[in-house]
């Protein structure tokens, strides 16, 4: 049973960082597909950023330069460092096993199996 648990959120002002951590079970992070993923009411699932399982990372262009996505294979754990944040970076964070970067249909990505995921908010 495939669990990924993501952390780290909180409050933030525009231009600050935080680093958000997704730690998994049931599910080896070795250079396998694995994503970040946000949802903002009103708005549509949308890709972030992801290890492609192809050796390769993946940003989405509002993110790109700005967050970073990381692995530490020891802790099975999946991190993305987000800098420089917007007020429109504002959403619900979620990390899940693929990858993609453009938005999503919550059917289709099964969202409503996915676990809980961690707020972002920033603000002035």
């Known amino acids: 049973d495939v669990q990924l648990q993501a952390s780290g959120g909180g409050f933030v002002q525009p231009g600050g960082s935080l680093r958000l951590s997704c730690a998994a079970s049931?599910?080896?992070?070795?250079?396998?597909?694995i994503g970040w993923f946000r949802k903002a009411p009103g708005k549509e699932l949308e890709g972030v950023s992801c290890?492609?399982?192809?050796?390769?990372?993946y940003y989405a262009d509002s993110v790109k330069g700005r967050f970073t996505i990381s692995g530490d294979n020891e802790r099975n754990t999946v991190y993305l460092q987000m800098d420089s944040l917007k007020p429109e970076d504002t959403a619900a964070y979620y990390c899940?096993?693929?990858?993609?970067?453009?938005?999503?249909?919550?059917?289709?990505?099964?969202?409503?199996?996915w676990g809980p995921g961690t707020q972002v908010t920033v603000s002035s």
């Open positions: 049931g599910f080896t992070f070795d250079g396998s597909a």
């Open positions: 899940s096993p693929f990858c993609a970067i453009t938005t999503i249909s919550e059917e289709v990505a099964d969202f409503g199996s």
């Open positions: 290890f492609g399982g192809d050796g390769n990372t």
